[in-house]
């Protein structure tokens, strides 16, 4: 018999190897949350900063209100001696601020309300109804937005004259509606097309008007947008100066609360009444201030939702 070979045993099967993350990958990844802290850091500082730049001018002004005038210069940081109540009496009724400050609220409401009421017409039109030239149109009315108010002052001037309505309030209240529009169709068209097709087909199947479906269906879901786009126009509306001082300049007592100020500062050089400048100042701001306090959370909602829709 032939001796039998006898054959090593086979190798056990080793346990698979975990790869671990190298150095340089945890050096990659701990960069790269490094980096993304600084970049935190450094928009927290932007944001501090801004918001000082913002707020202290804002609070100095609402100080210097209510002192008199050798407070301001001799103390400008500090709390006034007392409350000054009579200074924004004298803004209101001898410097009147308050007939200035009501041309503002007529100008602003009437201006805000026809430029949401064509502005959303015109981008509803444009988001859910396809036509030759859509989008001719779309892009004539966001080129507005590039084009500066103050190279159009001039040719302004004689078209507002030759229609009749210059020193009015509706020549003015016209103007503004045209300077608005261009963002708040830019802004509006957007937003409805985030809005779903489907309520809309819904409306038209239930027998709505191409009409009523916009005011009593499309119109309200659009609330958000409506609102937020709303509150820039009125702020941008309300600070305008530009634009009253050429289509206003004769009619003094249809001046808005802008040109009343500037009035005022003008006359404080002259006058010494920096008081009443400051105090009629804080009237102008107030309102604003207390108006996006109000909406804030409107305003926010509107500018978030027609970006996830």
């Known amino acids: 018999m032939n001796p039998q070979t006898t054959q090593p045993p086979a190798p056990a099967a080793l346990p698979p190897r975990t790869v671990k993350p190298g150095a340089a990958g945890r050096r990659a990844d701990g960069g790269r949350r490094s980096e993304v802290r600084l970049l935190a850091r450094l928009g927290h500082v932007a944001l501090a900063v801004w918001a000082v730049i913002v707020i202290v001018p804002i609070l100095w002004t609402f100080l210097a209100s209510f002192k008199n005038t050798t407070e301001i210069f001799s103390s400008p940081w500090t709390l006034p001696a007392e409350l000054r109540f009579e200074n924004y009496v004298r803004a209101w009724n ?9 041309n503002s609220v007529i100008v602003v409401a009437c201006s805000t309300f026809g430029t949401m009421l064509l502005g959303s017409m ?12 859509n989008r001719a149109v779309y892009y004539l009315f966001v080129s507005g937005l590039a084009f500066p108010v103050f190279l159009a002052l001039v040719p302004l001037f004689f078209v507002v004259k030759n229609l009749g309505l210059l020193d009015t309030h509706t ?3 016209l103007v503004y509606v045209a300077y608005s529009l261009p963002f708040t169709v830019f802004f509006l068209t957007a937003f409805f097309k985030t809005l ?16 009523r479906l916009f005011f009593q269906v499309m119109l309200p879901m659009a609330k958000p947008g409506l609102i937020s786009v709303g ?20 009619a003094k007592e249809k001046w808005v609360l802008t040109q009343g100020i500037a009035d005022i500062s003008v006359n404080a050089g002259y006058e010494a009444d920096w008081s009443g400048l400051f105090a009629a100042l804080t009237i102008a701001i107030l309102p604003m201030i207390v108006v996006y306090a109000v909406f804030q959370r409107q305003i926010q909602s509107g ?3 027609g970006a996830v829709k």
């Open 231 to 250: 509150i820039f126009n009125i702020i941008g509306q309300w600070a305008q100066y530009q634009l009253p001082l050429v289509l206003l300049s004769n």
């Open 171 to 173: 020549g003015l209240v």
């Open 94 to 102: 001898t410097a009147n601020v308050g007939r200035y400050f009501l």
């Open 122 to 133: 015109a981008a509803y039109v444009l988001a859910r109804y396809k036509f030759w030239g």
């Open 196 to 211: 779903p097709m489907s309520v809309a087909e819904a409306g038209m199947i239930d027998g709505c008007s191409h009409t």
């Open 303 to 305: 500018l978030t939702s």
